[in-house]
C-alpha cells in the first residue's frame, strides 16, 4: 500500500505525514526534501539528482509513505510509475488556502538547498494552489488502479483519527 500527501508548500503535509507515521511506523517515509538534504547543494544538477534518487526509492508493493506536491514532472512521474499497480494507493490532498500557506511561507526557515530563491516559493504557491483547485493532481491519477482520492480542507483531529483508522484498517 502507498499512502501518498500531497499539497501546496506550506500546505501541512510534513504535519499529517509525522502524523500518521506516529500511529503506523511501518511505513517507509519518503520525503523529496529529505533526497535534497542528501544531495542537493543548490545546484539544478544536484536537484535533478536529488529527485530522481527520490523517484528511485518509490518501490512497488512495498509499504511506503511518499510526500510532494504532487505536481509537476514529479507528481507525473509518480504517477506513472505507481497508476498501474494493483497496490492500493491512498491519495491525501491537502487544500489548505492559499493566505495560510502564504502566512506560513513568511515564517519558514530556508534550510533546504534548492537551486531557486526563497522569494520564488510565494509565486510557486500561488501556481501551485491554482493547479490544486484545478484538480491537476487528480488529472494525473485519472484511471489508476485501485486508488483512492481525499481532499483535505485542512487536518484536524478528528479527520487524521479518521484518516488513521482507514488506513489501519487497510492492513
Known amino acids: 500500500m502507498k499512502v501518498i500527501v500531497f499539497g501546496n508548500l506550506a ?26 538534504i542528501k544531495i542537493g547543494d543548490g545546484t539544478m544538477e544536484k536537484e535533478t539528482e536529488a529527485k530522481q534518487t527520490f523517484l528511485n526509492n518509490i518501490k512497488l508493493d512495498k509499504f511506503q509513505l511518499i510526500e510532494a506536491t504532487g505536481l509537476g514532472d514529479t507528481g507525473e512521474e509518480i504517477a506513472n510509475t505507481l497508476k498501474e499497480s494493483s497496490e492500493l494507493k ?5 487544500k489548505t488556502p492559499l493566505e495560510i500557506c502564504l502566512e506560513r511561507l513568511k515564517t519558514r526557515v530556508w534550510d533546504i538547498p534548492y537551486p531557486a530563491p526563497p522569494k520564488q516559493a510565494f509565486k510557486l504557491a500561488e501556481t501551485t494552489d491554482k493547479l490544486i483547485n ?38
Do not use: H, M
Not at 90 to 94: D, E, S
Open 11 to 36: 500546505s501541512g503535509k510534513s504535519y499529517l505525514s509525522d502524523k500518521i507515521l506516529n500511529e503506523i511506523p511501518s511505513l517507509e517515509y519518503l520525503f523529496v526534501d529529505d533526497f535534497r
Open 134 to 171: 484545478e484538480k491537476a493532481i487528480q488529472a494525473f491519477w485519472t484511471n489508476a488502479v485501485n486508488c483512492k482520492i481525499v481532499e483535505l480542507q485542512s487536518v484536524f483531529d478528528e479527520e487524521l483519527k479518521e484518516i488513521i483508522s482507514t488506513l489501519k484498517n487497510k492492513l
Open 90 to 94: 491512498f491519495i491525501l490532498i491537502l
